[in-house]
């Protein structure tokens, strides 16, 4: 048996570094390590990680990582759903973290796409707001249109930095808002690509905002909202076997 397997490999032990909240139920962990293998990883991959309990490491979660992979430091967005999730706020720096990965191919070769439509749901956010910060980075030229689905402003994260990426990029952002009466009333003037729509994401939205079948599609949140979305693009004609998934399930 080696040291990877009973998970005492050193480069699987990575620290805490803080833990930041992003709003009412969403925190960032923010992890440190040496394992080599992030340092080629890619936007939109995710790992899984596991914490020291009373009787020894708990069951592995996956998490996206939301940072550039270009950051030193990790970061995970992570919404507070279950046990597991749910203990991330009380994690104090310097606790070990036992981390796998980079795993998954979810937006892979997304740099090479020249117009790409990213669909979120909630926090299923996170792949895309690293393939934006990477984006950022290296001063991208993508045509960028992002769709998030919230049921509220309150469930928004990032909202400034998100913001002052339409400027940095040629990004579009729609806010759909399930719940809110008045979505218009969030609009600011100096930032004029980013949209607010009342109620849920649908195919006049899509249509409205530019959606064409010849873009790269991606979509990642909840499975039924992803459903619902693929619905909504089905009545524009794109095949759902054009979209690229990735499902959230918290615990």
């Not at 740099?111 to 669909?119: Q, R, T």
């Not at 980013?194 to 909840?222: F, M, T």
């Amino acid at each position: 048996m080696t040291e990877q397997s009973t998970g005492r490999d050193p480069k699987n032990i990575w620290t805490v570094v803080k833990v930041v909240p992003e709003n009412h139920d969403i925190n960032s962990l923010y992890l440190e390590g040496l394992d080599e293998r992030f340092v080629v990883r890619k936007a939109g991959q995710f790992v899984s990680i596991s914490m020291m309990r009373a009787d020894g490491w708990s069951e592995p979660h996956p998490f996206t990582i939301s940072g550039a992979p270009e950051d030193a430091i990790l970061r995970l967005t992570i919404k507070k759903e279950g046990l597991f999730t749910s203990a991330i706020p009380d994690l104090k720096p310097g606790t070990p973290v036992k981390c796998m990965g980079p795993l998954g191919v979810f937006c892979r070769n997304i740099d090479m796409k020249p117009v790409v439509v990213l669909i979120a749901g909630g926090v299923g956010v996170t792949p895309f707001l690293s393939v934006l910060r990477h984006f950022r980075n290296i001063k991208a030229g993508n045509k960028v249109t992002l769709f998030w689905a919230n049921k509220a402003m309150a469930d928004v994260f990032s909202s400034d930095e998100i913001k002052e990426m339409t400027q940095d990029l040629d990004l579009a952002v729609v806010h759909c808002l399930s719940r809110e009466d008045d979505a218009q009333r969030y609009f600011q003037q100096q930032y004029p690509r980013v949209h607010y729509e009342k109620g849920r994401l649908n195919g006049d939205i899509l249509k409205r905002h530019g959606v064409a079948k010849d873009a790269a599609l991606y979509l990642c949140g909840p499975p039924t909202m992803m459903e619902a979305a693929l619905k909504e693009l089905g009545s524009l004609d794109v095949e759902q076997s054009a979209v690229e998934q990735e499902k959230f399930i918290w615990k």
